[in-house]
């Protein structure tokens, strides 16, 4: 959104509140995330599934000091509700929908932290869906760190006769109100799915969340059969996906991808994405369709798949050209330039992108690899890093690339910033990561590839990138910042 901080509506919550002693129990029985594992003040992203390993919802999961709140989308309280009411038998718990009792507000914007920070009395949240108690104007309000709207904001719940004071107080501060149609254009470019983009008979793995909302080690719950054999596969034929293509500037609702005349998906949920200045969707599309790099089309316009959250470089090039070379991860092309003195050819390499992963082991260690570079001729001194060659989100992409080059894998992960790796002839962009909390684990090569770990001091890893010792670009990069973004 254009405003650097504005309060929105995200439309009726659904509440579902579980008190009593076995209230985490029995909710970590009947969903993905690891519920268990949560302190108070803790949330996690976790699906509610049938017996079959269908989604019947995605939802937030937040500890509380007597148990458990659940908080999804508006019109799923009632299902939620009636799903769990149905195996509770013994279990000392009290099952609650609450949705008509809260109201919620959105504050979001890269200035939204610094907005309420200098407001509530208390401090804020840090991670992502830990919550706190506060109070904003002197009402009474439950602030939840969320992404779903882009990076910065905070879900603020208060009692639902509060809801219009709360309002009015916000406008007493200055702060703006996002229209509508931005507010959805945010949740779209974040990748951010409603209950809209998940049709029934959806498996949780097709929506691309396993790495925030699935434990894979956790104990048994409804539906994990399935989930443990499609793990197991290691597939799916459907993926949810964000989709860039040209498009009347007001087009929402449903529309179809299609693919030599096939339909291979369909967008169910749709905007005119500001960042990119093009339509943009998101929603199902079978698998074959992306991995064959076939030609996609909506509204019989060429259309393309974008990494989430859209950024303004993640915007497909439109210019055309003559192709030079065509390889599994990258392709050259001739292009004309032109410019005030006439038009020149220059040859560029397109390339989907990439990751790079500060992995910190310890507060002031990291872990570094050693890779053997045939380019160079040499074994060079790296941060783990990859493709982005499969249908995945960049956290995703981050969390492969980290287990398979290092073995650690879990805790959280969060981006730091990206960078272009070499712009005269190269289009790659290079999402950075810091990874922590680890666990170690086997490392997961690719055939050919020679990769040792090695864990090294952090004031060492700097100094290894100023004496010359480390001299890949991006290692040198990302250590550097990351550095200079914890000294400040």
């Known amino acids: 959104m254009d405003q650097a901080v504005a309060w929105g509506d995200p439309g009726p919550r659904a509440t579902v509140i579980a008190r009593g002693p076995d209230a985490v129990r029995f909710i970590d029985g009947f969903t993905t995330a690891a519920v268990a594992r949560l302190s108070v003040g803790e949330g996690v ?28 989308e508006g019109g799923l309280a009632a299902r939620l509700h009636a799903h769990l009411e149905h195996y509770h038998i013994r279990e000392r718990l009290e099952l609650v929908d609450a949705s008509a009792e809260r109201a919620a507000i959105v504050v979001v914007g890269p200035a939204a932290e610094t907005w309420l920070a200098t407001r509530l009395a208390t401090r804020l949240p840090e991670r992502l869906l830990d919550h706190r108690h506060g109070q904003l104007g002197g009402i009474p309000v439950v602030l939840v760190r969320i992404d779903w709207y882009g990076p910065d904001g905070f879900l603020v719940q208060s009692a639902a006769g509060d809801r219009d004071r709360l309002i009015a107080w916000f406008g007493s501060e200055g702060l703006p109100h996002a229209a509508p149609r931005a507010f959805e254009a945010a949740r779209i470019e974040a990748g951010s799915p409603e209950p809209a983009d ?111 959250p ?45 990751v790079v992963i500060v992995p910190l082991i310890h507060p002031q260690q990291v872990c570094l690899i050693e890779v053997v570079r045939v380019a160079v001729g040499k074994t060079l001194l790296e941060l783990p890093a990859g493709t982005l060659d499969k249908v995945e989100s960049l956290e995703e992409a981050a969390r492969r690339e980290l287990a398979e080059e290092t073995g650690y894998h879990g805790g959280s992960m969060q981006p730091v910033g990206a960078f272009w790796m070499s712009p005269g002839i190269l289009r790659e962009r290079m999402h950075l990561f810091v990874a922590e909390g680890l666990s170690p684990g086997p490392q997961a090569l690719e055939p050919g590839e020679q990769i040792q770990t090695r864990v090294v001091a952090w004031e060492e890893a700097v100094a290894m990138c100023l004496d010359g010792r480390i001299d890949d670009a991006k290692t040198i990069a990302g250590l550097l910042l990351v550095d200079a973004l914890r000294r400040a």
Not at 52 to 59: C, F, N, T, Y
Not at 203 to 208: A, I, S
Not at 317 to 332: A, C, D, M, N
Not at 333 to 354: I, K, L, M
């Open 45 to 72: 992203e976790g699906f509610f599934t049938d017996a079959r390993g269908w989604v019947l919802a995605l939802a937030r999961i937040l500890r509380s000091d007597d148990g458990v709140w659940i908080d999804a």
């Open 198 to 308: 998940i049709p029934e008979k959806t498996l949780p793995q097709e929506l691309g969340r396993d790495a925030r909302a699935i434990s894979f080690d956790k104990g048994c719950y409804l539906g994990q059969e399935t989930v443990a054999r499609i793990d197991a596969v290691g597939h799916v034929n459907r993926r949810l996906v964000a989709v860039a293509f040209d498009g009347p500037p007001d087009q929402d609702g449903t529309v179809e991808v299609r693919s030599g005349g096939e339909v291979v998906g369909r967008l169910t949920s749709t905007c005119f994405s500001p960042t990119l200045r093009r339509c943009l969707g998101i929603g199902l599309v079978h698998v074959k369709a992306l991995d064959a790099a076939r030609a996609l089309e909506v509204l019989r316009r060429p259309a393309a798949v974008v990494t989430t």
């Open 310 to 354: 859209v950024t303004a470089a993640d915007d497909p090039p439109s210019e055309t050209g003559e192709l030079l070379l065509e390889t599994r991860r990258f392709s050259v092309v001739r292009v004309t330039q032109a410019g005030a003195d006439g038009s020149r050819e220059r040859e560029v390499v397109r390339h989907p992108g990439s």
